[in-house]
C-alpha cells in the first residue's frame, strides 16, 4: 500500500512540473495598443508606431502586372489600411504569441484569383529586395509552404515583423526582420531589411 501510494505521489510531482515547465516554456502573449491579448481569427490592423512616415498595411500591384497584390504602407498616416488575421502554427488555444510562426492574411477580397495569405517573393534582381507579397497557403506547414510563415518579435517597448520560419527542420531559410523598402515610384513596399518596422496592432 505504501509503495503504491509513493508511485502515485511520484506520478502526480512529475506531471506537476511537466505541467509547470510546459507553461514556463510558452512565449509571451503579443498584446495590442490597449494591453489586450491578440487572438488567432480577430482582425487587427498593423500599425507603425513611428509616425510620419505612413499608415498601415495593404494591397496593392506594385509591377507591370495586375496581380499578384502584394503587402505595401499606406502612405497616408491617417490611414489604417486593411485589417489581418493571424492563424499560429498551433492555434488550438487562440493565442497569438512571440516567436512563433504564424500566417498572416488580410481580411478583404482580391481583385486577383488567389488567397490573401502573406507570402515571402523571390529575390528580385532589379531591386535586389526580397518583397512580401500575397497567395501563399493558410496552415499545412512543412517545405511546400515555407515561404508563408512569419513571426512577431518585441522590439524594445514595441514589435516587429521577422521573416525566420522554422516549419521545416530541413529546410535551409533565410533570417531577418521586415522592413519598408521605398521604390522608385515611392511605393512603400514591404521587404526583407536590416532596419525592422517598428509596429503596434490595433483591433478591427
Known amino acids: 500500500m505504501k509503495a503504491t501510494a509513493s508511485i502515485l505521489i511520484l506520478f502526480l510531482a512529475a506531471l506537476a512540473f511537466l505541467i509547470c515547465a510546459n507553461a514556463a516554456a510558452a512565449p509571451d502573449p503579443v498584446l495590442d495598443i490597449t494591453g489586450k491579448i491578440l487572438r488567432t481569427g480577430t482582425d487587427y490592423y498593423i500599425l507603425p508606431v513611428i509616425r510620419g512616415r505612413g499608415g498601415g498595411l495593404t494591397l496593392a500591384s506594385t509591377g507591370n502586372d495586375t496581380c499578384p497584390l502584394d503587402v505595401v504602407q499606406e502612405q497616408l498616416e491617417v490611414s489604417n489600411g486593411l485589417p489581418v488575421t493571424f492563424s499560429p502554427v498551433n492555434v488550438k488555444k487562440g493565442v497569438v504569441r512571440v516567436s512563433t510562426d504564424q500566417n498572416i492574411k488580410f481580411s478583404a ?3 486577383c484569383v488567389q488567397s490573401t495569405v502573406w507570402k515571402l517573393e523571390s529575390f528580385d534582381e532589379a531591386t535586389q529586395q526580397w518583397f512580401v507579397t500575397t497567395g501563399g497557403v493558410e496552415g499545412n506547414p512543412g517545405r511546400e509552404t515555407v515561404d508563408n510563415w512569419f513571426k512577431i518579435e518585441k522590439y524594445e ?10 516549419v ?3 529546410c535551409k531559410v533565410i533570417c531577418r526582420d521586415v522592413g519598408v523598402f521605398i521604390d522608385h515610384r515611392g511605393v512603400r513596399r ?3 531589411s536590416d532596419v525592422p518596422f517598428r509596429v503596434m496592432f490595433n483591433k478591427a
Open 157 to 166: 517597448k514595441d514589435y516587429k515583423l521577422v521573416f525566420c520560419p522554422t
Open 168 to 170: 521545416c527542420d530541413f
Open 190 to 192: 514591404l521587404a526583407l
Open 109 to 111: 477580397a482580391s481583385i
